[in-house]
Each structure stands twice: as structure tokens, then as C-alpha cells.
């Protein structure tokens, strides 16, 4: 029986970032795409992100540091390539949690606050 693709937000956030943040960027960059079935975040940064992940009742990807820095991303920021060695933490994030031949729906979207982003990418079912 063939299931259906996993959907993931990957997210960046900077500390000091709240859930309503995370919940703001992942709103910006869900609409008009299918509902996201995971979230993901750097494995140092998974705190916050595991509150918000058990209030919507998703499944949570901690990604590991050295797999951001191997995924292309659409966005380069300069302070995100400086930081964390990618364009963007939210993108790569996203794209190594959806898995091998995963593809990006939505680049990263900044919340109105700006403390986090959010991205979605599509990969085969996990």
C-alpha cells in the first residue's frame, strides 16, 4: 500500500524566540501548501520547538549540525552561512528531515517578529 510523502517545516529561530514565533513563521509559510506532517529543527535547538511540536501533536526531527551544512538551500543569508554554515537553517533543516530526493514546497518565511523562520520541503514517506 503506497503512503503518502512526509511534509515537513524545518525552522531557525534565535534565542529568545517564543512558540507564538515559531508558530507565526510556520502560518507564513504553510499557506497554500498540504499540512505539514513533521517539524524540524537543529538538534541544539529542539527545546522550544518540541513544545510546539506536542501542541499540534507532530513528530519531531532533531537534525544533526553537520547535515545542515550538506544541504543546498534557496536562501543564502550571510548571517545564517556565518553561524551555522548554510544559506538558511529553516531550508536545510526542512529538506535533511523529509529525506534523500526531498524537494523544497516553500523557502523560508520570517516571522512578523523576527525571531524565527520557517520552510516546507517534501520528501518520501519516512
Known amino acids: ?21 515559531l508558530h507565526a513563521a510556520l502560518a507564513l509559510a504553510q499557506a497554500g501548501h498540504a499540512q505539514v506532517t513533521a517539524l524540524a529543527a537543529p538538534g541544539d535547538k529542539i527545546a522550544l520547538l518540541a513544545r510546539v511540536a506536542e501542541t499540534l501533536g507532530l513528530p519531531l526531527f532533531a537534525v544533526p549540525l553537520s547535515a545542515l551544512g550538506a544541504t543546498t538551500t534557496s536562501t543564502q543569508s550571510p548571517a545564517s552561512l556565518a553561524a551555522r554554515g548554510t544559506g538558511s537553517v529553516a531550508e536545510a533543516a526542512a529538506l535533511a528531515a523529509a529525506g534523500a530526493g526531498a524537494r523544497l514546497l516553500a523557502v523560508r518565511h520570517i516571522s512578523p517578529d523576527r525571531m524565527a523562520t520557517c520552510a516546507i520541503a517534501e520528501g518520501p514517506d519516512r
Open 1 to 21: 500500500m503506497e503512503r503518502d510523502a512526509v511534509i515537513v517545516a524545518g525552522f531557525g529561530y534565535r534565542r529568545g524566540a517564543s512558540a507564538s514565533s
